[in-house]
């Protein structure tokens, strides 16, 4: 089961540090995503992680102000957002998959969504 957290209201220019913690299974076997959904519209890859923490990825607009990291032993995945927009706000999901990439039919487990709502 996955868990997010840190979601919230924020001004323009502000960050939210979300969390993704998995309990019952380790995530060190997984592949990280987030992904984010705005109402009546697809579910967007932001970013992505591989097992090990060596490879990453991000969507355009995200590349430069949004971080992902993993700290296995707290098997927890962080989504570091910084810089943040009105257009940011969304549901943010984490999922678990096999590979990281930024794509919703890659990953087999989601968590239930977290929001972030950026706005003055």
């Known amino acids: 089961q996955l868990v997010e957290s840190g979601g919230g209201l924020v001004q323009p220019g502000g960050s939210l540090r979300l969390s993704c913690l998995a309990s019952?299974?380790?995530?060190?076997?997984?592949?990280i995503g987030w992904f984010r959904q705005a109402p009546g519209q697809e579910r967007e890859g932001v970013s992505c992680?591989?097992?090990?923490?060596?490879?990453?990825r991000y969507e355009a607009s995200v590349k430069g102000r949004f971080t992902i990291s993993r700290d296995n032993a707290k098997n927890t995945v962080y989504l570091q957002m910084d810089g943040l927009k009105p257009e940011d706000s969304d549901l943010y999901y984490c999922?678990?998959?096999?590979?990281?990439?930024?794509?919703?039919?890659?990953?087999?487990?989601w968590g239930q969504g977290t929001q972030v709502t950026v706005s003055s």
């Open positions: 999922a678990a998959g096999e590979v990281c990439e930024l794509f919703e039919g890659e990953y087999d487990y």
């Open positions: 992680i591989s097992m090990s923490g060596d490879s990453t």
């Open positions: 019952g299974d380790s995530l060190e076997y997984f592949a």
